[in-house]
């Protein structure tokens, strides 16, 4: 058996790879599904709302306190059927300092569950500010006082408008970490067709365009999963086929599954260069699963029983 | 003299729109520049390295604190010849939760020092994500301990890839708190060309095709400035009397002046719109103003120096 590929880093020469670390993790959960962490202050899971922290506590500690019990409950719930789960950052930094504490106690906890983090931020930005995303995500940051280690994630979503030298920064920041990055390329909602979809003068569309760097990135190809992967919206089935060709190695993000109207079961070319191939992304529809009419039980029995069913379907097509 | 445009927000009807306020800020402080804040903690003025934290604080709390007191500087230096701050969110992000507060109380040292402050976070998400990250940084989070208030800021940046209904959201949460957003159109880096620039089948090019989104999103036109901006890099001169030309009430957030070898003598179309049209963004060639070469004197001074004649060159070309 080889390392724990959720082991905590040591350093650049005792992490393997991130496409190696999420195929191994992948095999032996028998999982591609990623649990979306979208907390909402207003719809936590009931018991998690008041944690105990003091009444006396700020409104931002209390409800930061009461997000990251909530988290907890989730993974202990649905984590079982998991191979990571993906904190998306707009709903914790929403709450400030506190919340930012509570992502961090949420990677943890992940972690302590043997789950991946990927950390859901979209983030892109110039040379010095990119060092400065890797360092917060999957670094740390030299400083007088001792190195400040970022938020420990095992891989984070970019966004490449800004162009290649942009992600190339991201991704050396993550492949120092043993990290991935999943870049955006064609995402799932409707507005998708505004700049993403456009034909280029050159042929393609900027997909298709952004496609191709996204393969260049994850260059040299000596493993059978890239560390650099796309964020591929399941809401476009028909173009799955075509990121794969574009993209032979890398590992694709598949959000939309179920309250956004995707189907695992048009995921199918996703899988092509092995099961960890197509990570398949719900949030809602595992999380609110017993709001749903028909859904039996505690919140926790309706969410393990829909990840668990999830889990199953994408594992028997890939 | 009308209401104060660096006022604290008490709700929808007591904010005057962004443009307004921009334009009444720029003509009361004679001031175009944005200083832009991207505190690295090994490279912080000298005297601000040891605030007097506890020596038995985490590094990251002591960084934080540093980080803190070396922008309260940098502000108190070279703010009175500016007209707002421009924080980059992933340098406090890279120090966690106290890298947060450390953001907190420097957007708070910036309004009370009368300055707009501009959160640099590229942004973009969809719809419910969105929603979150208008509200951690121009709105608040309703939540069963009570309302939690976001950052405060008085714009933000945003990038447009995954289309406009992304936008559409971010553009909603700002008008609601008298915001602005400014969208990256074409930026200052290299990169530029690999994805911005690329001409498309229907004729121009994908910047101009986010230019006109950024038109649309700021109607309708009520004010001489609008509420939703531009990212133009400074290094592209040749680009900016075209944008203005599709943009023609959008302010500009021009940065790549001075580090990045841009020049404020090459960005007069900018300003058509009235001075409030181009807003220049300068962070090392201010904060570092002293280690150059002839510079005299102390950080603050050399700083302050360099703010006021950026000011005063940007002032004399509009």
Same mark, same amino acid.
């Given at each position: 058996?080889?390392?724990?590929?959720?082991?905590?880093?040591?350093?650049?020469?005792?992490?393997?790879?991130?496409?190696?670390?999420?195929?191994?993790?992948?095999?032996?959960?028998?999982?591609?599904?990623?649990?979306?962490?979208?907390?909402?202050?207003?719809?936590?899971?009931?018991?998690?709302?008041?944690?105990?922290?003091?009444?006396?506590?700020?409104?931002?500690?209390?409800?930061?306190?009461?997000?990251?019990?909530?988290?907890?409950?989730?993974?202990?719930?649905?984590?079982?059927?998991?191979?990571?789960?993906?904190?998306?950052?707009?709903? @914790?930094?929403?709450?400030?300092?506190? *919340?930012?504490?509570? %992502? +961090?106690?949420? /990677?943890?906890? #992940?972690?302590? &569950? $043997?789950?991946?983090?990927?950390?859901?931020?979209?983030?892109?930005?110039?040379?010095?500010?990119?060092?400065?995303?890797?360092?917060?995500?999957?670094?740390?940051?030299?400083?007088?006082?001792?190195?400040?280690?970022?938020?420990?994630?095992?891989? @984070?979503?970019?966004?490449?408008?800004? *162009?290649?030298?942009? %992600? +190339?920064?991201? /991704?050396?920041? #993550?492949?120092? &970490? $043993?990290?991935?990055?999943?870049?955006?390329?064609?995402?799932?909602?409707?507005?998708?067709?505004?700049?993403?979809?456009?034909?280029?003068?050159?042929?393609?569309?900027?997909?298709?365009?952004?496609?191709?760097?996204?393969?260049?990135?994850?260059?040299?190809?000596?493993?059978?999963?890239?560390?650099?992967?796309?964020?591929?919206?399941?809401?476009?089935?028909?173009?799955? &086929?075509?990121?794969?060709?574009?993209?032979?190695?890398?590992?694709?993000?598949?959000?939309?599954?179920?309250?956004?109207?995707?189907?695992?079961?048009?995921?199918?070319?996703?899988?092509?260069?092995?099961?960890?191939?197509?990570?398949?992304?719900?949030?809602?529809?595992?999380?609110?699963?017993?709001?749903?009419?028909?859904?039996?039980?505690?919140?926790?029995?309706?969410?393990?029983?829909?990840?668990?069913?999830?889990?199953?379907?994408?594992?028997?097509?890939?």
């Amino acid at each position: 058996m080889g390392p724990d590929p959720t082991a905590q880093r040591q350093g650049p020469a005792a992490v393997p790879p991130f496409g190696e670390r999420l195929a191994a993790l992948v095999a032996r959960r028998e999982s591609q599904i990623v649990l979306g962490l979208d907390p909402d202050p207003q719809r936590l899971w009931p018991g998690t709302s008041d944690p105990g922290a003091g009444a006396d506590a700020t409104p931002a500690a209390r409800a930061a306190a009461a997000v990251a019990a909530h988290c907890r409950a989730v993974i202990d719930a649905a984590g079982p059927a998991c191979v990571a789960v993906k904190p998306q950052l707009a709903c @914790f930094e929403r709450l400030g300092a506190p *919340g930012w504490g509570a %992502l +961090e106690a949420t /990677v943890r906890h #992940a972690h302590d &569950a $043997g789950l991946l983090v990927l950390a859901d931020g979209k983030r892109g930005d110039i040379d010095v500010s990119a060092r400065a995303y890797g360092q917060a995500l999957v670094g740390s940051t030299p400083t007088p006082f001792g190195d400040v280690a970022g938020l420990g994630a095992d891989a @984070f979503t970019a966004n490449p408008f800004m *162009g290649e030298d942009t %992600l +190339e920064v991201l /991704v050396d920041a #993550a492949r120092q &970490a $043993g990290a991935g990055v999943f870049v955006l390329v064609r995402t799932s909602n409707p507005g998708a067709r505004d700049v993403e979809d456009l034909p280029l003068a050159a042929g393609g569309t900027v997909w298709e365009h952004v496609a191709r760097t996204v393969d260049r990135l994850g260059a040299p190809h000596d493993a059978e999963i890239a560390a650099v992967g796309a964020v591929v919206g399941a809401t476009a089935p028909e173009h799955v &086929a075509r990121m794969r060709e574009l993209m032979p190695r890398a590992p694709f993000l598949l959000p939309g599954v179920g309250a956004q109207g995707g189907r695992v079961e048009d995921l199918a070319p996703a899988f092509r260069p092995g099961r960890a191939g197509g990570l398949v992304t719900a949030s809602r529809s595992i999380v609110d699963a017993h709001a749903r009419g028909g859904a039996a039980g505690t919140p926790a029995a309706a969410a393990r029983g829909e990840a668990e069913r999830l889990r199953a379907a994408a594992w028997a097509l890939a």
